[in-house]
């Protein structure tokens, strides 16, 4: 019973933390398809860079690295304020600049950029070198920053010695069911909006 216990709390421990982790990751995809849809579609990233199918893995792999890591990054922020207390603003400084940079290289390279536009970027991604993947890269980078100095701090604060704060409990509480239930609902709902964005993009109906 007591190992059955023990299992069932392990399970609600990797469900919170997941929960959070994939609505974090499902809004700034959401984010990032709606900065694409200003001005394109996947569809016509798709078409538009056939031509050049490096480029279009490249913009994949980062795109969907930099939603990767930023789920966890919304992970171990809330994992090390349980343990520790609210983390340092300049450690995590990184994620958010990072999601803006994303938001930003989030277009086609030929069909041009409402945002960069705005800030004065009249040709949007092509007026870049590698049109665009600089930003991506930056974007990527950005958010692994977080990744590696919370991982490193939590390494630091955990010395086990009495200069190092007592942690708290991290695991799935009776009094988490409110967080768990409210993160299993954004994620539904995000999964939702999600789908009925997309479902309209030229790719699935052309």
Known sequence: MRRMNRFKKKLLTVLFYGSIGLAASLFLFLVFYWSLSLN?????????TKGEPVYLWVYTLLTFGTIFLFGVNAVLFVYRWRKFGPPRLKVQGGNGLGALVGVA??????????????????GGLAVFPLQGLELKALSFGLMALPVWLTTRELKTLSCGDKSCPTPRPTSFQAKDKPYLLVSLVLVAVLILIGWNMIKTDPIFYG
């Open 40 to 48: 394109s579609s996947i569809d016509s990233l798709i078409n538009n």
């Open 105 to 122: 290289a989030s277009a086609c390279p030929v069909c041009g950029s409402v945002l960069l536009s705005a800030i004065g970027i009249a």
